[in-house]
């Protein structure tokens, strides 16, 4: 029904961008009315909360300026410049990505924003596209995805193996109960194992430092005062 309603085999470059920039324009303005935060983020260490494809469509237009060799002035600095962040935000998706960023964060960019910061100044377009292109494969591409309370039915998403539409193993509130359980009485038993080892170590200390000379010999021609260790008598 989608294909037949866009017509895919007839969309260019330019209805893409188009597309994609009216996505994420919905994705932010749930993002702000509903105050929504990431799942899984890597914090200020990683790309960004939200969004990655969107860095590299951006980055890929302005690679494209550079290889018909138009003239322009638009580098990655450009993005810290007040004024060519608000011209360029409406024509191309980084610098849109990048004013979303300073319009929900406040702050120094370099600070809230460290690895984006860190590209913009030292990279290029071309390698900022290459380099954005591997991470999206590491970090998104090759993971596997985790959902959490999702409901699965035998409706519209069947718990089972696909090939051999088998039941998959599941849990239940109770057994993940029964785990905690589990898991805090080991914890329990290695804390007083780790207790019991720590009080023999302090007790064979206590003997060496009774039977230690008053001297000991660093090296040849060297002598220096033993003192007592903090825990001997």
């Known amino acids: 029904m989608c294909g037949d309603l866009l017509q895919i085999d007839k969309l260019n470059g330019v209805d893409y961008l188009i597309i994609f920039s009216k996505y994420y324009d919905l ?11 990431p799942a899984g983020s890597h914090g200020v260490w990683g790309l960004d909360d939200h969004f990655h494809l969107i860095y590299i469509l951006g980055a890929s237009q302005l690679v494209k300026f550079n290889e018909l060799k138009v003239k322009t002035d638009i580098n990655p600095n450009s993005v810290f410049n007040t004024s060519i962040l608000k011209n360029m935000r409406s024509k191309n998706l ?18 809230h924003s460290p690895m984006l910061y860190d590209i913009l100044t030292t990279k290029t377009w071309d390698k900022i596209t290459k380099g954005m292109i591997k991470m999206y494969y590491g970090e998104i591409l090759s993971k596997y995805p985790v959902v959490q309370h999702f409901y699965f039915g035998n409706v519209l998403f069947p ?31 290695m804390h007083q194992i780790y207790h019991n080892r720590e009080r023999e170590l302090i007790k064979l200390a206590n003997q060496r430092g009774m039977n230690k000379p008053s001297t000991t010999r660093l090296k040849k021609g060297s002598d220096i005062t033993n003192t007592k260790a903090p825990w001997s008598v």
């Open 27 to 37: 994705i932010k303005t749930l993002i702000l009315t509903y105050n929504l935060e």
């Open 94 to 111: 980084f610098f849109n990505a990048i004013s979303f960023i300073k319009k929900v964060k406040k702050g120094p960019f370099s600070e």
């Open 159 to 189: 718990w089972i193996d696909k090939v051999t539409l088998k039941q998959l193993p599941e849990s239940t509130p109770d057994d993940e109960e029964e785990e905690e359980i589990d898991k805090s009485e080991a914890e329990i038993a």
